[in-house]
């Protein structure tokens, strides 16, 4: 079982739709979580840290199941500009504390 | 502040040539980190430093070797490249367990 599992999509979706995205991780001593988006060839940009009480950021919310484990994200009213690959990283305590990359969630907003 | 900043942009390779690759972060953050991103894949770990002086083997290290002699400069370097090392690169720094800040990239083309 791979450590940070992602649908790869694409999940293709109306303006104006919400459309929520998942993401497991396989080990429970993870302990930070983030969502990443990324432009077809651009660097990745940090979306959101998800936080265990959930956060929200104006269209997008994050939430984590820590007794599931996995990270979810929430996106509504889809604009076109929304359209992205969606990465969900995680960082596990003990070792050497490297953050584990999903290989992303393709999302296309349509007119 | 610049951030995270990487060169060349650009750099096309013939075979067996060298070269090195510069990162640069002016955020004093402890982590550093190279990954390659091939099309349909997700981002691969190369190799990564948890501070100055010190360096680890990541995902995918054969055929890069890497140092970190400064605490703000990570550097890749491709000894005798191949047309299988073609692909985007991006260099990465963190604090431990925070979020990532990624380089604009390099495109690397092996011909």
């Given at each position: 079982?791979k450590?940070?599992?992602?649908?790869?999509?694409?999940?293709?979706v109306?303006?104006g739709?919400?459309?929520a995205?998942?993401c497991?991780?396989?080990?429970s001593?993870?302990?930070?979580f983030?969502w990443?988006?990324?432009?077809?060839?651009?660097?990745p940009?940090?979306l959101?840290?998800?936080?265990?009480?959930g956060n929200?950021?104006g269209?997008f919310?994050?939430?984590l199941?820590r007794?599931?484990?996995?990270?979810?994200?929430?996106?509504?009213?889809?604009?076109l500009?929304?359209?992205?690959?969606?990465?969900c990283?995680?960082?596990?305590?003990?070792?050497?504390?490297?953050?584990?990359?999903?290989?992303?969630?393709?999302?296309?907003?349509?007119? | 502040?610049?951030?995270?900043?990487?060169?060349?942009?650009?750099?096309?390779l013939?075979?067996?040539?060298?070269?090195?690759l510069?990162?640069?972060?002016?955020m004093?953050?402890?982590?550093m980190?190279?990954?390659?991103?091939?099309?349909?894949m997700?981002?691969?770990l190369?190799?990564?430093?948890?501070?100055?002086?010190?360096t680890?083997?990541?995902?995918?290290?054969d055929?890069?070797?890497v140092?970190?002699?400064?605490?703000?400069?990570?550097?890749?370097?491709?000894?005798?490249?191949?047309?299988?090392?073609?692909?985007?690169?991006?260099?990465?720094?963190?604090?431990i367990?925070?979020?990532?800040?990624?380089?604009p990239?390099?495109?690397l083309t092996?011909?």
């Amino acid at each position: 079982r791979k450590e940070v599992e992602q649908d790869p999509g694409p999940f293709n979706v109306p303006e104006g739709a919400t459309v929520a995205f998942n993401c497991t991780y396989s080990n429970s001593a993870s302990q930070s979580f983030f969502w990443y988006r990324q432009d077809c060839r651009k660097e990745p940009k940090l979306l959101m840290s998800v936080y265990s009480s959930g956060n929200e950021d104006g269209r997008f919310t994050a939430q984590l199941n820590r007794a599931s484990q996995y990270i979810s994200l929430l996106i509504r009213d889809s604009k076109l500009s929304d359209s992205a690959t969606y990465l969900c990283v995680v960082i596990t305590r003990g070792g050497s504390y490297i953050p584990t990359f999903g290989r992303g969630t393709s999302l296309i907003v349509h007119p | 502040n610049a951030g995270v900043t990487q060169t060349p942009k650009f750099r096309v390779l013939k075979t067996g040539q060298s070269m090195t690759l510069l990162c640069a972060q002016d955020m004093n953050h402890e982590y550093m980190y190279w990954y390659r991103q091939d099309p349909g894949m997700g981002l691969r770990l190369i190799h990564y430093s948890v501070g100055e002086g010190t360096t680890a083997k990541g995902e995918v290290p054969d055929g890069y070797n890497v140092s970190r002699l400064k605490k703000q400069n990570f550097l890749l370097g491709l000894e005798s490249a191949a047309p299988s090392q073609t692909s985007v690169y991006f260099c990465a720094s963190s604090l431990i367990l925070y979020e990532q800040y990624f380089g604009p990239g390099t495109r690397l083309t092996v011909t």
